[in-house]
């Protein structure tokens, strides 16, 4: 909960992926809030007298995937409409304010980018959601102690460097400071 907010605050990309792990981790427990404190949350609460916040939390998101129909796959609306705007963000970075930085990280991870949506069936993703399936699945393959080739870890940096750059400037659209003209 504490970091959800706070990476929703400080780096929109961290959030979602923070966020697409929670929604594995509810799935994992078949939204049983109970279990899901009782073995997920409170070994790792370090301050005992969060356990109400958490639990109200834990169970407004169980409830919300519910609600949503996110059962078996699927992010939240939230999530999607974040993307929506990151998405937006990219194309007015590219074409409206023309971003000379973004625009060399973007030619950098394209090739990665269009080389995972045809691996991994994603053709009717845009390139920011391939990115976000990217790097969740990097995620996932650390955790499961599995090896990464230098030119997978490569193709993931690509993607990384130009979704931190991008997690950037969305802070600064959110908060008002983007200015679309002075690159």
Same mark, same amino acid.
């Given at each position: 909960?504490?970091?959800?907010q706070?990476?929703?605050?400080?780096?929109?990309?961290?959030?979602?992926?923070? /966020?697409?792990?929670?929604?594995?981790?509810?799935?994992?427990f078949?939204?049983?809030?109970?279990?899901?404190?009782?073995?997920?949350?409170?070994?790792?609460?370090?301050?005992?007298?969060?356990?109400?916040?958490?639990?109200?939390?834990?169970?407004?998101?169980?409830?919300?995937?519910?609600?949503?129909?996110?059962?078996k796959?699927?992010h939240?609306?939230?999530?999607?409409?974040?993307?929506?705007?990151?998405?937006?963000?990219? %194309?007015?970075?590219?074409?409206?304010? %023309?971003?000379?930085?973004?625009?060399?990280?973007?030619?950098?991870?394209?090739?990665?980018?269009?080389?995972?949506?045809?691996?991994?069936?994603?053709?009717?993703? %845009?390139?920011?959601?391939?990115?976000?399936?990217?790097?969740?699945?990097? /995620?996932?393959?650390?955790?499961?102690?599995?090896?990464?080739?230098?030119?997978?870890?490569?193709?993931?940096?690509? /993607?990384?460097?130009?979704?931190?750059?991008?997690?950037?400037?969305?802070?600064?659209?959110?908060?008002?400071?983007?200015?679309?003209?002075?690159?």
């Amino acid at each position: 909960m504490l970091i959800a907010q706070q990476k929703l605050q400080e780096n929109i990309a961290e959030y979602i992926l923070y /966020m697409y792990q929670l929604e594995d981790v509810v799935r994992a427990f078949q939204f049983d809030t109970d279990r899901l404190m009782d073995q997920f949350v409170l070994p790792q609460l370090k301050n005992p007298s969060f356990e109400t916040q958490y639990r109200e939390w834990y169970g407004a998101l169980v409830k919300k995937m519910i609600n949503q129909r996110l059962e078996k796959s699927g992010h939240l609306a939230e999530l999607n409409d974040i993307l929506v705007e990151l998405s937006y963000l990219h %194309n007015m970075l590219i074409n409206a304010a %023309n971003d000379e930085k973004y625009k060399q990280l973007f030619t950098t991870a394209l090739p990665f980018i269009e080389e995972f949506k045809e691996r991994s069936n994603l053709k009717d993703k %845009n390139e920011i959601e391939v990115m976000f399936h990217a790097m969740y699945m990097k /995620m996932l393959l650390k955790l499961r102690k599995k090896e990464i080739s230098n030119e997978t870890e490569q193709a993931f940096d690509s /993607m990384r460097i130009l979704l931190a750059y991008l997690s950037k400037r969305y802070h600064e659209m959110k908060n008002g400071t983007l200015n679309f003209w002075n690159n």
